[in-house]
């Protein structure tokens, strides 16, 4: 029982960290596009051609620069899985 509360917590530690990197992409993403009368955005194309080019290419084979963007990421999930105690 306690084993399932302890793995329940780290769950939802996990899952709240989750959702404030996507928050924070999302922000991101409504900075950089462009608001539309009708509440739509538009994501500029460049930031399109750059994404998808992204999203296609390993995790080693992306510039350095882009490495540590997701490094900065991976740092707040190691901050929750240390907060738990699962981290010496």
């Not at 739509?40 to 999203?55: H, L």
């Amino acid at each position: 029982q306690t084993i399932m509360s302890e793995n329940n917590q780290l769950l939802e530690r996990l899952a709240a960290t989750q959702h404030e990197i996507w928050a924070h992409w999302m922000e991101y993403l409504f900075s950089v596009s462009r608001a539309n009368p009708d509440g739509s955005v538009t994501i500029p194309a460049e930031k399109v051609a750059r994404w998808r080019t992204q999203m296609h290419t390993t995790y080693a084979a992306l510039a350095e620069s882009e490495k540590e963007s997701d490094r900065e990421q991976a740092v707040k999930v190691l901050s929750a899985l240390d907060d738990s105690g699962r981290i010496d």
